[in-house]
């Protein structure tokens, strides 16, 4: 759906292939609990006719993945207006400062940085033997429920969850 300033619903699901009477009653509920101005009932209009509900979860434009609390239409075009009006006029390395300082962004510590770096060229050695265990363990689980033994090795193991082991790895 087009508005004026933003595009919403492209890509998003649509339950209903043309608007029913619950989204209206749903409409007429929202603008009595809300004060929208004439764009934004429109936008509330237009949106309910593409068999949107009035409730449904919006993501903003700026901001990625879903936000908490989650917004409805109106909350997330209100937001991408007020963002949209704060950007204007900024530079591009403003506008990413700005978006990351309002979403708490931090940038990465150059100590974790380096860190991070040797964990990735250490060699897996380590990692070769775990996953090879891993991989028995999935495979005897796996017979043991394709041979219906699934519940009483469960007990057994919970019986012995606490046990010592009689050797080291």
Sequence with gaps: ??????????GQYSYAKRPQPELWDEYREYIVKNKLDKNERKL?????????SVYEIVESRYLPGPAYPPMDLID?????????DDIE?????EKERYLKEMTGWKEADPANL????????????????VRRLKRELFNLWHFVWREGLGDEAR???E?????EIPFEW
């Design 1 to 10: 759906m087009r508005n004026n300033r933003f595009v919403y619903g492209e």
């Design 44 to 52: 509330l209009r237009d949106w309910i006719k593409d068999g949107h």
């Design 76 to 84: 997330a075009y209100r937001l991408d207006c007020s963002i949209s």
């Design 89 to 93: 006029g900024m530079t591009k390395e």
């Design 114 to 129: 380096t860190i991070e770096k040797m964990r990735r060229s250490t060699p897996e050695i380590r990692e070769d033997p």
């Design 155 to 157: 007990e057994f193991v």
């Design 159 to 163: 019986e012995r969850k606490d046990d």
